[in-house]
């Protein structure tokens, strides 16, 4: 049941409003994680915020869009979008925490994995998952990235 709650809080980050390739198991997926996550780092961005939401048959307020600000890769406030509420910081990873979930489900050889990337800045925009112990999936999206100083 723990195993289960981590995975849920990681993967409710999430992206949408964007182009790119899907990433598919196998060896073509790790290419592309790989190539993504050097994008995203080539960047240099560790001060940004984000709105995610996240789609699955589970507690209500992991569906809720949260605004996430990160400060030197570190999760430093998450609040509901619409109303300004604070939520616990554990509800959404780092983008970096987000990459790390992909590259895990991979690793898991999950029934369903599918991933579309920002065609520029390489973080994930939609993460599609599922195995056979989470039969529903999800869907992570994270959108409206903002980079700070």
């Known amino acids: 049941m723990r195993q289960w709650y981590q995975r849920t809080v990681i993967a409710i980050v999430a992206g949408s409003l964007s182009l790119s390739a899907c990433l598919d198991r196998g060896a073509a997926g790790t290419v592309g994680i790989t190539t993504q996550r050097e994008l995203w780092r080539a960047n240099s ?8 939401s996240h789609a699955c048959e589970c507690a209500p307020n992991f569906g809720v869009a949260l605004r996430v600000t ?13 109303s300004g509420l604070a939520v616990p910081l ?7 925490g987000l990459f790390d979930f992909i590259d895990t489900e991979q690793r898991t050889q999950a029934a369903l994995l599918n991933v579309t990337y920002h065609p520029t800045l ?17 869907i992570i999206t994270v959108s409206a990235l903002t980079i700070t100083p």
């Open 45 to 52: 961005t560790r001060n940004y915020s984000y709105v995610s």
């Open 70 to 82: 990160v400060r030197n890769n570190v999760v430093t406030a998450i609040v509901v979008e619409s």
């Open 90 to 96: 554990n509800y959404r990873p780092t983008i970096e």
């Open 122 to 138: 390489g973080y994930p925009t939609r993460v599609k998952y599922g195995t056979p112990e989470n039969d529903a999936g999800g």
